[in-house]
């Protein structure tokens, strides 16, 4: 690299791109054909977001084709970014084959489609690799792997996965005997992918003894797996055997296929041999739960059930391992057993150990699914919480306290609407269960599950910053910010528009764009062939995640109402037909309940889930908004969007104010195809309706639908006047006469409604005081408070906290220019 090009990359390294061009210009000066300096000026324009022109660059330099690997790398990266792997590709195949035997060249085609995720442009590259240096055993193991991932491919047609998967099982024999673990490993996936063609020789391999002396985990599931789908049963009986009495790994899974097998065989010895493995090994916990399996292949579980809850209920997963065995139990009796399990130390909670503890919520979240008519069950697992507080003062900072769970069972039967011997009017029921689980929380500060409900509950009621002050207590990093920042984030632009509180979950995607990559050549040149899918997978999921395409919506309505930008979750047009991976998890706050039930908290959700439709819909909205001066692509994406609006999958990711705002978007692109005096009062019309419906001044009570609806019309209301005042611009004959008039109205309107919107948010603030002792006093009065021991809190600072947490978001609103 010469001297002007380090004086190029420190310019680019220090976002000086300004400099950057500079230095690009006099280097050319010099030397005008030098092909790594202009691929230099094309990556400085993408860097810029300047798409155009740096594709227009790489597309002149790639018809040279040339023949330095680092100007193949930066136009292969900048042709990716703007225009997708196909074009990318091409970049690539051109260069091998004018250069057939230059390894390096190839290799850095294979390198750069591997990192850049393009899994048919590695394949190509992974056989122009090993059709020119067969003798190299690691091409060829590159080779079978790149084409069991281009197996894989979502988009594959059958014929493709055929063609893949056959091509994967001729390299994969190629190689010859596995020489690792991981070389095994990705010849068991590859017999697995070719399907039932090489499920005979997968079998075999897999039992093989130069395959078992690997003694490889992964192999040895895989091993039980393709048995039981052969249904060759006495096979998957040998096999589950091995695994539990030759290799001694107490794995259910292995206890469950055993037992299939067994009953499907109907053989007397196999039968004898099962029952009595299981009379040997009822000790351990995978053992006694595969009783329960067993029995549940001829009906009653009861028995067994109790035999397990016997040894085995004193731990927390007791209830979650009998579960889905629950409606094969004699209910009377499983209960009456569970009293009996209790009742001897039920008369001394105050010193009860944590075995006990188990034992009693256990079995009351037995009593929740079993008996869901009980008026009762509230004050008692109240009055339980009560009693084993002593418990909790002895536990370290860091341990878990399952009582509790007492009181999130509380709050979950609370919230499903089930019988209790007291009422708690509509607008107070959350308010109130906020202050048993502030209780709970002061008591406990590392309760994951307590702190996670109250960001739920405190959204819903539309406190954001008291829902993020629990949130940020949970200490939730990395991977699981895109799993989890969903029960903060969700609908953020519309309840707390700010952008600090999506920083951390943002950078996780910047992360995963720049980090995940690199693992994937590291697993080539480590010989780690089998943890190359799962690297790749993990990386395309981030980048296609649900979690992700919202934020950059989120952000964008953010910026909108705040006038700020954020770097790094911009929206461009290929994103609008990504196929977006939902890696959210929903489960964490899924309750107690039978399998297959939906959960409670689905009732308290901030308005429906947001999924690909949603993420679609408000990025065409977004691109349209864009392109009013490009008539041609700006009526395609309205057609998409108007298509997306009838569709029922969009009707059930959207709230009322939102699908509105997409149809105000729509008339509006209708405005720009047409500005008609017709066209503009139905945009009127639509404005209008969706301010006084979304806007309305009367008394009611805030949560997070008023406040969502509200930064809506808000929202909504900074689109159409920039818009009009743009439209009005180009339109002969807007400016003036009845149009003009007619525009000018409808800019007006949209004013003075903003500003009511405003004075009520005024209105609401200033009679605060009163509502926080209004509100506290009705709350301290409710049974399930005075049944709490609430020593440890302020109920009417708790309420001032809410009164102050919705304050904010009214400052908020007030707070806006149109």
């Not at 990395?478 to 920042?485: A, E, G, K």
């Not at 008394?699 to 019309?713: A, L, N």
């Not at 926080?772 to 609430?790: F, G, H, K, M, P």
Request: overall charge neutral; proline content about 2%; hydrophobic content about 40%.
């Amino acid at each position: 690299m010469s001297f002007r090009s380090n004086a190029i990359w420190e310019a680019i390294e220090s976002q000086n791109y300004k400099l950057a061009h500079q230095h690009i210009a006099k280097a050319l000066r010099r030397n005008p054909k030098d092909e790594y300096t202009q691929a230099l000026k094309a990556y400085v324009y993408s860097l810029q977001r300047k798409p155009e022109d740096a594709l227009t660059i790489a597309r002149q330099l790639a018809d040279t084709v040339p023949s330095s690997n680092d100007t193949l790398d930066l136009l292969y990266g900048i042709m990716l970014d703007s225009s997708g792997a196909t074009e990318a590709g091409m970049l690539y195949e051109r260069a091998a084959k004018k250069y057939p035997k230059s390894e390096k060249i190839l290799t850095s085609w294979f390198w750069a489609t591997s990192t850049g995720l393009d899994v048919r442009g590695q394949q190509k590259a992974a056989m122009a690799l090993q059709k020119s240096f067969g003798s190299n055993r690691d091409y060829t193991l590159w080779c079978a792997t790149s084409c069991f991932l281009a197996a894989l491919e979502a988009d594959a047609t059958e014929m493709e996965k055929m063609l893949f998967s056959g091509l994967a099982r001729r390299m994969i024999a190629l190689v010859g005997e596995s020489q690792t673990a991981e070389e095994a490993v990705i010849k068991a996936r590859i017999l697995q992918v070719v399907g039932a063609p090489a499920r005979d020789e997968l079998l075999k391999f897999l039992t093989d003894d130069a395959t078992e002396k690997w003694n490889n985990l992964e192999l040895a599931v895989m091993r039980l797996e393709v048995a039981v789908e052969s249904e060759n049963w006495d096979v998957v009986f040998k096999v589950a055997k091995k695994t539990l009495v030759d290799e001694c790994r107490d794995d259910y899974e292995s206890w469950k296929q055993m037992a299939v097998a067994v009953k499907k065989l109907g053989d007397a010895a196999l039968v004898n041999e099962y029952e009595g493995l299981l009379a040997e090994k009822q000790g351990t916990r995978n053992g006694a739960l595969a009783a329960v399996f067993y029995a549940s292949l001829a009906g009653d579980v009861t028995e067994q059930a109790q035999t397990y809850f016997t040894k085995f209920g004193r731990k927390q997963c007791a209830f979650e391992d009998l579960k889905p065995f629950i409606d094969l139990v004699d209910s009377e009796k499983w209960l009456a057993f569970l009293d009996s399990q209790v009742a001897p130390f039920s008369d001394a909670l105050g010193h009860a150990t944590y075995d006990q503890l188990n034992v009693i919520v256990n079995a009351r979240k037995f009593v929740y699914i079993l008996r869901p008519a009980t008026d009762s069950y509230v004050l008692e697992n109240i009055k339980l919480y009560n009693a084993l507080l002593p418990t909790l003062k002895t536990k370290e900072d860091t341990e878990y306290f399952a009582g509790d769970d007492l009181l999130l069972l509380a709050v979950q039967w609370i919230l499903d609407a089930r019988p209790t011997p007291f009422e708690i009017t509509k607008q107070d029921v959350v308010m109130s269960l906020v202050v048993l689980l502030e209780s709970a929380a002061g008591r406990d500060k590392h309760q994951f599950y307590v702190r996670l409900w109250l960001v739920r509950l405190y959204l819903y009621i539309g406190c954001f910053q008291q829902a993020s002050g629990h949130y940020s207590s949970l200490s939730i990093k990395n991977i699981q910010l895109d799993m989890l920042s969903h029960h903060l984030l969700t609908r953020l632009s519309t309840l707390s528009p700010v952008f600090k509180t999506m920083i951390a979950t943002r950078e996780i995607y910047d992360m995963n764009a720049v980090q995940t990559p690199k693992y994937v050549k590291a697993s080539y040149e480590a010989g780690s062939y089998s943890q190359v899918q799962g690297i790749k997978d993990f990386a395309k999921r981030l980048t296609n995640s649900v979690g992700k395409g919202v934020l950059c919506v989120e952000a964008k309505r953010i910026g909108r109402l705040s006038g700020a930008k954020m770097d790094g979750l911009g929206i461009n047009p290929q994103m609008i037909d990504m196929k977006w991976c939902d890696n959210r998890d929903f489960e964490v706050l899924g309750g107690v309940r039978k399998v297959g039930e939906s959960a409670v908290e689905e009732k308290y959700r901030i308005g429906p889930r947001q999924g690909a439709n949603w993420i679609e819909a408000f990025m065409l909205k977004e691109t349209i908004v864009e392109l009013w001066a490009n008539a041609k692509s700006r009526e395609g994406y309205a057609s998409r969007l108007e298509a997306l609006l009838k569709s029922e999958g969009l009707a059930s990711e959207v709230t009322k104010a939102e699908k509105w705002s997409l149809e105000v978007v729509l008339q509006l692109a209708q405005v720009a195809t047409s500005m008609t005096q017709a066209t503009v009062t139905k945009l009127q019309t639509l404005l209008d309706a969706g301010i006084s419906e979304f806007g309305g001044t009367s008394e009611s009570q805030v949560d997070w639908s008023w406040i969502h609806d509200r930064f809506i019309i808000f929202e909504t209301i900074k689109i159409v006047i920039p818009s009009l005042d743009f439209l009005s611009s180009t339109t002969s004959g807007a400016r003036g006469g009845k149009l003009g008039t007619l525009i000018s109205a409808i800019k007006k309107t949209c004013v003075a409604k903003a500003e009511t919107i405003k004075e009520s948010a005024k209105e609401i603030k200033n009679g605060r005081d009163k509502w926080v002792r209004e509100t506290a006093e009705r709350l301290s009065s409710y049974a399930t408070i005075t049944a709490l021991d609430t020593s440890n809190i302020d109920i009417e600072a708790i309420v001032e906290g809410i009164g102050k947490s919705q304050d904010e978001a009214l400052t908020m609103l007030r707070m806006l220019k149109v």
